[in-house]
C-alpha cells in the first residue's frame, strides 16, 4: 500500500468511518491470529481459539475509535497497538483459565472406551434382566437348566459341553432353540 493511501485510511479510520475498520480489520487479522496461534499451548486451544482474542481487540479498537479515544498517527503504531492489544487479551484469557488448566489432568492409560461405559448396572436394566432370566427358565426344560445357568455365568459353548456331558453342537442347537422360543412367545 503507498504512503499516501496508508495515511488517508489512518484518517478515515481515526474519524471512524466503518469502511475503513473493516479493511483496516481484514488486512490486519491474518497478522494477529498467527501471532496469538503462536503462543497457544494444546492446553489452552480447547478452552479458546485465537478468533476469540482477535475479535474481542476488535471490539475493543472499533469501541476505542468511536468514542475518539484512540488515534494512530502511523501504520507503525497502529500495528504495534494491535499486536500489543492481542498480547494483553491473551495473557488475561490465561489468567482467567489458569485454575481450570491447572486443575485439569490427562487421563492417563485410560481408553475413550472405559470412561465412556459404567461397569454398573442401572436398576432398570437389572430388573428387565431378571424378567428375561424368568421367561427363559420357564420356557427352558428342567434337563437343560443346568446349561442355561453355565451360559449366564458367561462360559464359552466348548466349556459348557464338557461340564454337562453334551456335544458343543448340541448345547449351541438348545441354546438356539430356546432363543426361537424366546421370540415366538
Known amino acids: 500500500m503507498r504512503a499516501d493511501a496508508i495515511d488517508t485510511l489512518l484518517v478515515k479510520l481515526t474519524n471512524g ?5 473493516e479493511r483496516v480489520c481484514r488486512d490486519y ?18 478452552k479458546f481459539d ?7 481487540v476488535w471490539a475493543d479498537v472499533v469501541r476505542g475509535l468511536r468514542q475518539a479515544a484512540l488515534c494512530f498517527p502511523d501504520a507503525d503504531r497502529l500495528r504495534a497497538y494491535l499486536v500489543k ?6 495473557i488475561d484469557r490465561l489468567r482467567q483459565h489458569r485454575a481450570a488448566l ?10 475413550l ?4 461405559t459404567s461397569r454398573e448396572e442401572k436398576p432398570s436394566e437389572v430388573a428387565q434382566a431378571d424378567d428375561l432370566w424368568e421367561r427363559m427358565r420357564a420356557l427352558c426344560p428342567p434337563a437343560h437348566r443346568e446349561l442355561l445357568e453355565l451360559k449366564r455365568k458367561g ?7 464338557a461340564r454337562t456331558g453334551l456335544h ?11 432363543a426361537k422360543r424366546m421370540v415366538l412367545d
Open 102 to 111: 491447572d486443575a485439569e489432568r490427562p487421563l492417563a492409560g485410560r481408553g
Open 29 to 46: 487479522e491474518p497478522l494477529l491470529r498467527s501471532m496469538v496461534r503462536r503462543r497457544l499451548t494444546p492446553a489452552l486451544r480447547s
Open 17 to 21: 468511518e466503518d469502511a475503513a475498520i
Open 50 to 56: 485465537s478468533v476469540d482474542i482477535v475479535q474481542s
Open 168 to 178: 458343543e453342537g448340541s448345547v449351541r442347537r438348545i441354546l438356539y432353540d430356546l
Open 155 to 161: 462360559l464359552p459353548l466348548a466349556e459348557i459341553a
Open 113 to 116: 472406551a472405559d470412561m465412556a
Open 85 to 90: 492489544a492481542a498480547h494483553h487479551r491473551l
